[in-house]
């Protein structure tokens, strides 16, 4: 099977892009990229010490500029975005037409159960409001970003439902709805 030249996986933090883009690259034959890792090894800082110290803007123009450079190759790869990259035009309009995007959709429960001890994700940082727990005010941060970015996710090319799922069984399931796409 031959994608159009790249698969891009894009969704919520916690979803299973780069968990998932590992083993469906070895299915597909294609090399993996993880585009938040090759933005910390250029940067040689963390997405959080980046955030931290430049701002999201900055870190933003760093992954508009390293998608450009991963784009360049002339290899088949499936690459996972970071969380908020579909959000921006700049992106979405330069994985258009470079492969088939796949939305990788978690019900909030699961993607609070997967992200409530990381604290490599900066803009899940927040601070509780009065009255609130810390857990409440991560879902509650998960709920608002989840609302903001789903019209964006959702204007992919394929959605797969990675709740309550191994990796396995949303490989295999991810692997045919490539076939019958492409």
Same mark, same amino acid.
């Given at each position: 099977?031959?994608?159009?030249?790249?698969?891009?996986?894009?969704?919520?933090?916690?979803?299973?892009?780069?968990?998932?883009?590992?083993?469906?690259?070895?299915?597909?034959?294609?090399?993996?990229?993880?585009?938040?890792?090759?933005?910390?090894?250029?940067?040689?800082?963390?997405?959080?010490?980046?955030?931290?110290?430049?701002?999201? /803007?900055?870190? =933003? +123009?760093?992954?508009?500029?390293?998608? $450009? &450079?991963?784009?360049?190759?002339?290899?088949?790869?499936? %690459?996972?975005?970071?969380?908020?990259?579909?959000?921006?035009?700049?992106?979405?309009?330069?994985?258009?037409?470079?492969?088939?995007?796949?939305?990788?959709?978690?019900?909030?429960?699961?993607?609070?159960?997967?992200?409530?001890?990381?604290?490599?994700?900066?803009?899940?940082?927040?601070?509780?409001?009065?009255?609130?727990?810390?857990?409440? /005010?991560?879902? =509650? +941060?998960?709920?608002?970003?989840?609302? $903001? &970015?789903?019209?964006?996710?959702?204007?992919?090319?394929? %959605?797969?439902?990675?709740?309550?799922?191994?990796?396995?069984?949303?490989?295999?399931?991810?692997?045919?709805?490539?076939?019958?796409?492409?």
């Amino acid at each position: 099977m031959r994608l159009r030249k790249h698969g891009f996986l894009i969704g919520f933090s916690g979803s299973g892009k780069s968990t998932l883009g590992r083993v469906l690259a070895v299915k597909l034959g294609y090399r993996f990229v993880d585009l938040d890792g090759v933005i910390e090894k250029h940067a040689r800082q963390s997405i959080a010490e980046i955030f931290a110290k430049k701002g999201e /803007a900055a870190f =933003r +123009r760093l992954e508009t500029t390293q998608l $450009k &450079r991963v784009l360049a190759s002339t290899r088949n790869q499936v %690459i996972a975005l970071g969380g908020g990259a579909f959000e921006f035009a700049d992106i979405r309009n330069m994985v258009r037409g470079n492969g088939v995007t796949v939305f990788l959709s978690c019900s909030q429960r699961e993607l609070y159960r997967r992200l409530r001890n990381a604290g490599d994700r900066p803009l899940l940082e927040v601070r509780p409001r009065p009255g609130e727990t810390p857990t409440q /005010a991560k879902i =509650r +941060r998960i709920r608002h970003l989840l609302k $903001k &970015r789903l019209a964006n996710y959702r204007a992919a090319d394929l %959605i797969l439902s990675t709740t309550e799922k191994t990796v396995a069984q949303s490989a295999r399931r991810l692997v045919r709805l490539l076939k019958n796409r492409l």
